[in-house]
């Protein structure tokens, strides 16, 4: 139950530091401001969660996931939070559990890190996709071994295992008890209890991590998509698919989702999902050469452009542990 960890390339320093916040309690902070026309000061949210018995290191710590996770602006000298339009309309505004889910994963999966104390820590890098890239790196190597969270620690270089433990439990399995567990948690990484937290075992949930990043990046395509069409034709995408202008070069598709929160572990993990949304919207890839003047995913010209066939839409999310087949 993390809000943030800062992760650093060389230090005498833990490369981690995380204050735990529930994403039970981030998810109802967001929606209370969402209540309020999307921006409130950070008294009047201390006051709902106050009411609502949330610890008192939640009320505090709070602020911490809301900027780092990238689900706000929080002002320090206004004292004001203002949520960004993604976290209002997935979180905020929407009854519906699997965007809930989808926003809660883009702010966990894009942040997991902080940005200050750069002069002390070095470079900083994206703490929540490396930790999920070293496990499973671990598994596919060494697919029979048990993975614990000293041994992920150790593939890290991290010298503390306890902000990776508090990181997990957001991205671990939902519980509804009210007095243990987390029922918003992810469900992308399976965990199991050891005497200490070293001993902790985790296990990636593959299919539950694709399917989140396969559902956001489809809701980014329906963004995207008449962005990119309005610039290259001037049309709405309804129009071009019916005078036939129907090929986007995948490059472009590409630069446009990289200004999106990133949900992807590295840029071969992006084209993977840019492929799936594609085939399970029923888009069609088209080739070129070398010399076809655009690069295509995975380092294959084969899929050097993708072919519409009808206007992007949200892919549901499928999450076996939240209940969505």
Request: proline letters at 4%; glycine letters at 8%; charged letters at 25%.
């Amino acid at each position: 139950m993390s809000s943030f960890v800062a992760w650093a390339g060389t230090s005498a320093q833990s490369l981690l530091s995380a204050q735990p916040v529930s994403l039970k309690w981030t998810r109802e902070a967001i929606r209370y401001v969402a209540s309020r026309g999307n921006a409130a000061f950070r008294s009047e949210i201390v006051a709902h969660l106050s009411r609502l018995e949330a610890p008192p290191s939640t009320q505090k710590g709070v602020f911490s996931t809301l900027a780092n996770c990238g689900f706000a602006r929080v002002s320090e000298s206004s004292r004001k939070v203002v949520l960004e339009d993604w976290t209002c309309h997935l979180i905020g505004n929407s009854a519906q559990k699997a965007e809930n889910l989808c926003g809660l994963a883009i702010g966990v999966l894009n942040g997991g890190y902080s940005r200050s104390k750069k002069e002390t820590y070095g470079e900083i890098v994206p703490g929540t996709r490396r930790l999920l890239a070293a496990i499973r790196r671990i598994s596919r190597e060494e697919p029979s071994s048990r993975i614990t969270l000293e041994r992920v620690c150790e593939e890290l270089n991290e010298r503390g295992t306890v902000s990776a433990y508090c990181l997990l439990e957001n991205l671990g399995l939902p519980s509804d008890s009210e007095a243990h567990g987390d029922p918003w948690a992810l469900g992308i990484v399976s965990q199991r209890g050891g005497r200490d937290k070293a001993s902790y075992q985790v296990n990636l949930n593959e299919d539950v991590l694709t399917a989140y990043q396969v559902s956001i990046v489809s809701l980014y395509f329906t963004e995207i998509i008449p962005e990119i069409f309005q610039e290259k034709w001037g049309a709405n995408v309804p129009d071009a698919l019916s005078n036939k202008l129907d090929i986007v070069p995948a490059a472009t598709i590409k630069a446009k989702l990289l200004r999106r929160p990133p949900v992807w572990l590295n840029n071969d993990d992006l084209d993977s999902v840019m492929l799936e949304v594609a085939k399970q919207l029923g888009y069609e890839w088209w080739g070129s050469d070398a010399r076809g003047g655009t690069e295509g995913l995975l380092g294959n010209q084969r899929f050097a452009f993708m072919r519409m066939t009808r206007e992007p839409k949200a892919i549901q999310l499928k999450n076996r542990f939240h209940g969505l087949f």
